[in-house]
Protein backbone atom coordinates (compact mmCIF):
# COMPACT_ATOMS: atom_id res chain seq x y z
CA UNK A 1 0.00 0.00 0.00
CA UNK A 2 1.19 3.20 -1.42
CA UNK A 3 1.86 6.12 2.03
CA UNK A 4 -1.16 8.52 0.06
CA UNK A 5 -2.75 4.85 0.27
CA UNK A 6 -2.34 4.45 4.06
CA UNK A 7 -2.88 8.06 4.99
CA UNK A 8 -6.15 7.79 2.85
CA UNK A 9 -6.95 5.18 4.86
CA UNK A 10 -6.53 6.79 8.17
CA UNK A 11 -8.31 10.08 7.57
CA UNK A 12 -11.26 7.29 6.52
CA UNK A 13 -11.15 6.15 10.03
CA UNK A 14 -10.72 9.20 11.69
CA UNK A 15 -14.39 10.07 10.00
CA UNK A 16 -15.60 6.71 10.79
CA UNK A 17 -14.67 6.88 14.52
CA UNK A 18 -15.93 10.70 15.12
CA UNK A 19 -19.24 9.58 16.53
CA UNK A 20 -17.55 6.77 18.95
CA UNK A 21 -15.19 9.83 19.67
CA UNK A 22 -18.46 11.64 20.59
CA UNK A 23 -19.65 9.27 22.70
CA UNK A 24 -16.84 9.30 25.06
CA UNK A 25 -17.22 12.47 25.65
CA UNK A 26 -21.04 12.46 26.24
CA UNK A 27 -20.03 10.27 28.83
CA UNK A 28 -17.84 12.68 30.43
CA UNK A 29 -14.92 10.50 29.68
CA UNK A 30 -11.48 11.30 27.20
CA UNK A 31 -10.71 9.04 24.46
CA UNK A 32 -7.00 7.05 25.13
CA UNK A 33 -5.18 9.96 23.03
CA UNK A 34 -6.42 12.81 24.56
CA UNK A 35 -4.22 14.81 27.11
CA UNK A 36 -5.43 13.57 30.81
CA UNK A 37 -5.94 10.03 29.84
CA UNK A 38 -3.80 7.82 31.33
CA UNK A 39 -3.64 5.64 28.58
CA UNK A 40 -1.85 8.28 26.50
CA UNK A 41 1.27 8.03 28.28
CA UNK A 42 1.93 4.06 28.11
CA UNK A 43 1.04 4.16 24.01
CA UNK A 44 3.80 7.22 23.88
CA UNK A 45 6.20 5.36 25.88
CA UNK A 46 5.38 2.53 23.39
CA UNK A 47 6.02 4.73 20.83
CA UNK A 48 8.95 6.22 21.18
CA UNK A 49 6.89 9.59 20.87
CA UNK A 50 7.17 12.94 22.67
CA UNK A 51 4.84 13.95 25.39
CA UNK A 52 3.67 17.55 23.37
CA UNK A 53 2.79 15.51 19.90
CA UNK A 54 -0.72 16.61 18.75
CA UNK A 55 -3.82 13.78 19.17
CA UNK A 56 -4.05 13.63 15.52
CA UNK A 57 -0.28 12.65 15.16
CA UNK A 58 -0.27 9.85 18.24
CA UNK A 59 -3.19 8.67 16.60
CA UNK A 60 -1.95 8.47 12.80
CA UNK A 61 1.60 6.61 14.31
CA UNK A 62 -0.54 3.92 16.16
CA UNK A 63 -2.66 3.43 12.84
CA UNK A 64 0.15 3.13 10.47
CA UNK A 65 2.02 0.62 12.36
CA UNK A 66 0.06 -1.99 10.50
CA UNK A 67 1.43 -0.78 7.18
CA UNK A 68 5.34 -1.96 9.30
Known amino acids: ?12 HLRMSANYIATIHEAGDLAWFEDGHPRRYVILSQLGLDDDIEETDLRRALFMRRYR
Do not use: Y
Not at 1 to 12: C, I, K, L, T, V
Open 1 to 12: MSPQDQEAAFQR
